[in-house]
């Protein structure tokens, strides 16, 4: 099947700004992580730069924790156009909030993005727009070392064999030497039959894996996982490290 938008990088975004900030707290016992900033910035502003700078013209936001607040924080922004997506009563997990906007997302494929990551490097969404291929693959995941992962305590999550090679799972292994950055391009399609209400995209990724339509490739720069307040120290010295040409959005 031949589709008009092969090779055009993604023109919309899903910005993931739903989550609770447990993790965080004190900071966000009333203020939502998303407005949390580092380096002077907001979290959901370095997001929707990085969106901005790979040529995204419409990001939708997902809100539920003091959704209003980022809402109003927003209001000012006119690049790219920004929709939300408000999940009430309960959040809807990354797989549930993704599918509840699709409509809102349209019929092409789409970048994803955590509001809870810094990228200290090149712009993530351009490095995937540039190896994006959907006649291979409904979604391409960008994956960092663990040895580029700042403020980050898990065993890791992927191997891959190349880059924009099949990932495969860590499953039974102590560690995998790669993690998900929460960057990625992925297809409406995907979603297909998907149940309504709260899922995770690990069961979208299983079946894109299961019929071999899942690729991945890795990311050069630092990576920081801003989940909690340490989260905040290591991303402003990663972008510090980095230094001026690696830390803006066209990077």
Do not use: C
């Not at 999940?87 to 409509?103: D, F, N, S, V, W």
């Not at 099949?166 to 102590?174: C, H, I, L, Q, S």
């Not at 990311?219 to 230094?243: C, Q, R």
């Amino acid at each position: 099947m031949t589709d008009p938008m092969v090779g055009a990088p993604p023109r919309t975004a899903m910005i993931l700004a739903a989550g609770l900030g447990t993790r965080m707290r004190p900071l966000t016992d009333r203020l939502p992580k998303p407005l949390l900033e580092v380096a002077g910035r907001t979290l959901i502003d370095r997001a929707l730069d990085l969106a901005e700078g790979a040529g995204v013209a419409r990001a939708v936001v997902n809100l539920h924790y003091l959704g209003h607040m980022i809402g109003a924080h927003l209001e000012g922004r006119d690049r790219p156009e920004i929709l939300f997506s408000p999940e009430e009563p309960a959040i809807l997990e990354t797989g549930g909030g993704i599918r509840h906007a699709l409509p809102m997302l349209g019929p092409d494929p789409f970048f994803t993005l955590n509001s809870d990551a810094v990228f200290a490097g090149p712009n993530p969404l351009t490095l995937l727009a540039r190896a994006w291929d959907p006649v291979a693959a409904d979604a391409l995941m960008l994956l960092v070392p663990r040895a580029r992962a700042r403020a980050y305590a898990r065993p890791g999550d992927f191997f891959i064999s190349g880059q924009g090679a099949a990932p495969v799972r860590r499953g039974a292994e102590a560690t995998a030497p790669l993690v998900f950055t929460g960057a990625q391009i992925i297809a409406p399609g995907a979603f297909a039959d998907m149940p309504e209400g709260p899922f995770s995209l690990n069961l979208v990724w299983d079946r894109l894996l299961a019929s071999g339509r899942l690729r991945a490739i890795t990311y050069p720069g630092l990576w920081v996982d801003v989940g909690t307040p340490a989260g905040l120290a290591a991303a402003e010295a990663a972008l510090a490290e980095a230094g001026p040409a690696g830390s803006g959005p066209d990077a």
